[in-house]
């Protein structure tokens, strides 16, 4: 009697031309749960770079967004275009941020409010709802005014002053000034205080003369 050969085997107990282990895929069928291995994954790290630029948090944003930029180089993770846009939004915030605190600083430098006026600066001048508002101006420039007095008010002086006003300022300027400001027509005589419903002692009056009609390029006292 004739012993049929041994069936071809591959070494792992498969017999050639026999059915694949129940754990193993035939060859050339998709691997388990379809489809090919899994790519990169997205980065957290871009993601949260773009969420904190979305949401004005700049200076993380733009940290985050430069560690997700090294570690999305290559492909190496997903999420690259997430990381760019957190740290271009946190740049851009950052810039709003310089301008607003460049600004406030302006304001500040140039705001005139009824303790720090001093006579002769010129002024431009905004009035919303009896609030008046005053910043330094070059008098060579186009301006809306010019102070011409301030006093500080004692007990006594801060009721007249409250009662006359426009009256008070015709009191504490000197005549020649008077003169000159009653002779023109261009310009009436305002005044303010730093509370107009609460003067009292130690407030100031500031006396100023205001554009009525067009603006001012040049000092109207001397």
Known sequence: MTTPPNPPNDGSGNLYGGPPPPDQPAY????????????????????????????????I???????????????????RW????????GVLGILAWIGLVAGGV?????????DNAEVGQCVSIEEDDGEVTMLKK?????HDGEIVAVDEL????????????IGYCTEILSEGDLTTILG??????QAVFEDPNNVDDGDHIVCYVEATSGDLDEKVLD
């Open 154 to 165: 004692d007990s006594e002086t801060a009721k007249t002053a409250e009662e006359q006003q």
């Open 28 to 59: 050339g069928a998709p691997y388990p749960g379809g489809g090919e291995p899994a790519g990169p994954k997205n980065d957290g790290v871009s993601i949260a770079a773009f969420v904190t630029g979305l949401v004005c948090c700049a200076p």
């Open 184 to 189: 023109r027509d261009d310009i009436e005589l």
């Open 82 to 89: 997430a990381a760019v846009t957190g740290l271009v939004l």
């Open 138 to 142: 070059d008098c060579s420039e186009k």
């Open 106 to 114: 302006w304001i500040f430098n140039n705001a005139i409010t009824p």
């Open 61 to 79: 944003g733009v940290i985050l967004g430069i560690i997700g930029i090294r570690r999305t180089k290559d492909g190496q993770r997903k999420g």
